[in-house]
């Protein structure tokens, strides 16, 4: 009797939440100011940018992270992630001392000379 009523509250439980959709409480536009408007458009946008840089789209998340900072340009995060995405950019890519190792990276390889000076321990592959 007792796996009979557990059983049947189970049941009772599961069809009521399948049944009724959840109803989140609905925000009108026309109900926030436009400076508030901005700034959630902004952190929208920051959002984006962050899981484009995540998933290594970087071209896609510079330029969300440009939408935001020109539609809040005093948030200090938007302002700092737009400029760590431009120096990791930088160093990845253009910066002369990381050049080989992004080449190693993408390649898999480095040149002798390169590992022997960044790596004191490291001796060729037997030939």
Same mark, same amino acid.
Request: glycine content about 6%; cysteine-free; proline content about 3%.
């Given at each position: 009797m007792k796996k009979i009523l557990i059983v049947i509250l189970l049941m009772f439980t599961v069809s009521s939440c399948a049944s009724s959709p959840a109803k989140m409480p609905q925000w009108k536009a026309d109900s926030m100011s436009p400076e508030a408007?901005?700034?959630?458009?902004?952190?929208?946008?920051f959002m984006i940018a962050a899981l484009h840089e995540q998933d290594g789209e970087y071209d896609a998340a510079m330029e969300e992270y440009q939408a935001a900072y020109r539609l809040d340009p005093d948030s200090a995060e938007i302002a700092l992630s737009l400029v760590l995405l431009? !120096?990791?950019?930088?160093?990845? +890519?253009?910066?002369?001392?990381? @050049?080989?190792?992004?080449? !190693?990276?993408v390649v898999g390889? +480095?040149?002798?000379?390169?590992? @022997?000076e960044h790596h004191p321990r490291w001796t060729p592959p037997p030939a």
């Open positions: 408007r901005e700034k959630a458009d902004a952190y929208y946008h431009v !120096g990791h950019l930088y160093l990845a +890519v253009i910066h002369p001392a990381t @050049r080989h190792a992004l080449r !190693g990276m390889t +480095v040149r002798e000379e390169w590992a @022997r």
